[in-house]
């Protein structure tokens, strides 16, 4: 009876844990679609003349859209490859950071961890003022929190306490480190 009392508990822990997850991905989706949203609503408003609508064409756009409704729908591969596409055609526009990030949560979906916190530090390195740092950070402190390297997970939550105090990954990272 211990023992299944043991078992039930570790196994609400887990789900506990995939429920986080799950939140913090469906409010990271959110985001992206509402940033995607006012990014493609400023550019139409603004004009031709607008550096974002001439820096980013209706093609790579499409381009992005599309690897991002692949990623969705769990097309991974397709997702890697639309977003890398994306990068090669527009690799410093201002979704480029965005295209990073979701090619590292590609990786993360299919178990390539290592592949994911090299793709996330890409982005923490090469774009230190994205809106997608603070999540970059965090997902890398949960990928080594996964593989038991503890020390390197805190030293990436903390980072995320850090330099982004008011964040919402500053209250997940938080909460990982008071465990």
């Known amino acids: ?19 986080e997850m799950l939140n913090t991905r469906l ?8 940033q995607i949203s006012e990014k493609l609503g400023r550019g ?4 031709a003349d607008s550096e974002e609508d001439s820096s980013v064409s209706p ?16 097309n991974y591969n397709e997702a890697i490859s639309g977003f890398r596409s994306y990068l090669k055609v527009t690799p410093e ?3 480029s950071d965005n295209a990073l990030y979701w090619i590292g949560e590609c990786y993360y979906a299919m178990g390539k961890r290592g592949d994911a916190v090299d793709t996330f530090n890409e982005l923490i390195n ?8 603070p999540t970059a950070l965090y997902k890398s402190g949960i990928i080594y929190e996964e593989a038991k390297e503890i020390k390197t997970a805190k030293m990436y939550f ?12 500053a209250g997940l990272a938080k909460n990982r480190l008071n465990k």
């Open 93 to 95: 526009s201002p979704l």
């Open 44 to 47: 139409k408003k603004v004009g």
């Open 27 to 34: 409010n990271e989706s959110e985001a992206q679609l509402t």
């Open 158 to 169: 903390e980072k995320v306490l850090k330099e982004f105090p008011n964040s919402p990954e």
């Open 59 to 74: 093609e790579a756009r499409m381009i992005y859209e599309s690897a991002y409704l692949n990623y969705v729908k769990g």
């Open 1 to 19: 009876m211990t023992q299944l009392r043991i078992d039930l508990y570790t196994k609400s822990e887990e789900l506990a844990d995939k429920i």
């Open 126 to 133: 090469k774009y230190p003022q994205s809106n997608k740092r």
